[in-house]
């Protein structure tokens, strides 16, 4: 088990770490469609219909399945990082990380960006043809995305009982 006070709080500050790169990337979301928006329907159609619609077509299939594997690559790090046990270190170091938010965040970074990289789809697609809806709905798969992946404290709680677990002799 966990220790109650100092382990906790050290969650719960390396949390606020990993939340913040979460934040960071949803207000890039936001940033992405104020900038749409803006645009409009300024955007000149450069390339054939019909070339735009495959290429859109094959993206939802990259994006739906990006969205997958992104859960599939997340399980596979936090497993690795739950079988391997802690190394001796001093936590009176200054730039001290939680060893367990250290394993953490690269989990929760790389699950995020995949799901991030479906906006830049539909943002490639919007500079294609200048179809706001389409955008929209590879920002709602985003966005989606961002909500499934979110950093959880319970995840970070169990990795670090996990690893304690290896680590105790």
Do not use: C
Not at 27 to 36: M, N
Not at 73 to 92: C, D, G, V, W
């Amino acid at each position: 088990m966990l220790d109650p006070t100092r382990e906790i709080r050290q969650l719960k500050a390396g949390m606020f770490k990993v939340w913040t790169v979460w934040i960071a990337m949803f207000l890039t979301l936001v940033l992405a469609l104020i900038f749409t928006l803006l645009l409009g329907n300024r955007v000149e159609q450069m390339h054939h219909p019909r070339t735009i619609r495959q290429i859109t077509q094959i993206l939802y299939g990259v994006s739906i399945v990006g969205l997958i594997f992104a859960y599939f690559i997340r399980k596979y790090m936090l497993h690795r990082a739950a079988s391997k046990p802690l190394p001796e270190q001093t936590e009176n170091t200054p730039s001290y990380i939680s060893p367990y938010i250290a394993r953490y965040k690269p989990a929760v970074v790389v699950s995020l960006a995949i799901a991030e990289s479906i906006a830049a789809f539909g943002l490639t697609i919007f500079f294609m043809n200048g179809n706001m809806s389409t955008f929209l709905i590879f920002l709602a798969i985003a966005l989606i995305g961002l909500f499934l992946y979110r950093p959880r404290f319970d995840e970070i709680e169990q990795l670090a009982i996990s690893i304690k677990q290896h680590s105790d002799p």
